[in-house]
């Protein structure tokens, strides 16, 4: 005899799995090293203030 199966339960059981699958792509692919983050943010702050150097007016009215 074949096993019965609820298509509900089978429906919720195979979403689960598929959001499961979406959640580790996404960490692997938006994960990075802590050394990989500060290296970002140092990056980026040293473009902010290379810019701001090239500023015509300043924020604080200068």
Do not use: T, Y
């Not at 290296?39 to 924020?59: C, F, N, T, W, Y």
């Amino acid at each position: 005899m074949a096993e019965i199966v609820n298509l509900r339960m089978a429906r919720k059981r195979a979403a689960r799995a598929e959001h499961e699958r979406a959640a580790d792509e996404n960490r692997i692919r938006h994960a990075l090293p802590k050394s990989e983050k500060l290296a970002r943010r140092a990056e980026k702050s040293r473009l902010d203030s290379h810019l701001e150097g090239h500023r015509l007016v300043r924020k604080d009215g200068e």
